[in-house]
T-cell receptor
Framework: DARVTQTPRHKVTEMGQEVTMRCQPILGHNTVFWYRQTMMQGLELLAYFRNRAPLDDSGMPKDRFSAEMPDATLATLKIQPSEPRDSAVYFC???????????????FGPGTRLTVL | GENVEQHPSTLSVQEGDSAVIKCTYSDSASNYFPWYKQELGKRPQLIIDIRSNVGEKKDQRIAVTLNKTAKHFSLHITETQPEDSAVYFCAASTGNQFYFGTGTSLTVIP
């Protein structure tokens, strides 16, 4: 049963520190999404990649957030410097076009719960 | 861009009753509509989806209907059980990114 994995599962850090979150998409999936979930904002799309190329990162604060895919098996989301308002659960999801080539199914990882003090 | 609205935000039903959650979308180019269930502290999990060339899909106690003309789709859960209690999210996709509703917290009262 293939699953998206994320590390770390929990991270507590102090304001100003760098945070790196990692995601391993399901093998064969060519699309990777990063979401942030808070009680107030729900699920927000931060960025997504297809075939390792960034397609949309308009949801991400560019001054402190960056997302990359060094290879097909690893996606990273970095926050530098972190701030208390970044406290949230960060989900990675991966997907692939459906059999018709049009639809994208996506499956979520377990999330990284980030607390910035 | 796409705008997905979801109602109600909270829903309580008695065990055995039916639950209905409704979503509307704005972009007529959206062609894929998944529903996710998220239990407390867990990841969202796909429970059912529907594509724009289909009007209804059923999987045991769960069904989804789609009205492309009116741009709305609904999740129906019949014979609800306490383990159905969770937050449910609808989403719409044009084949690229996904746009999520704000979620419905469903409580099934034993």
């Amino acid at each position: 049963d293939a699953r998206v994995t994320q590390t770390p599962r929990h991270k507590v850090t102090e304001m100003g520190q760098e945070v790196t979150m990692r995601c391993q998409p399901i093998l064969g999936h060519n699309t990777v999404f990063w979401y942030r979930q808070t009680m107030m904002q729900g699920l927000e799309l931060l960025a997504y990649f297809r075939n390792r190329a960034p397609l949309d990162d308009s949801g991400m604060p560019k001054d402190r957030f960056s997302a990359e895919m060094p290879d097909a098996t690893l996606a990273t989301l970095k926050i530098q410097p972190s701030e208390p308002r970044d406290s949230a659960v960060y989900f990675c999801a991966s997907g692939r076009p459906g059999t018709s080539g049009v639809y994208n199914e996506q499956f979520f990882g377990p999330g990284t719960r980030l607390t910035v003090l | 861009g796409e705008n997905v609205e979801q109602h109600p935000s909270t829903l309580s039903v008695q065990e055995g009753d039916s639950a209905v959650i409704k979503c509307t979308y704005s972009d007529s180019a959206s062609n894929y509509f998944p529903w996710y269930k998220q239990e407390l502290g867990k990841r969202p999990q796909l429970i059912i989806d529907i594509r724009s060339n289909v009007g209804e899909k059923k999987d045991q106690r769960i069904a989804v209907t789609l009205n492309k003309t009116a741009k709305h789709f609904s999740l129906h859960i019949t014979e609800t059980q306490p383990e159905d209690s969770a937050v449910y999210f609808c989403a719409a996709s044009t084949g690229n990114q996904f746009y999520f509703g704000t979620g419905t917290s469903l409580t099934v009262i034993p």
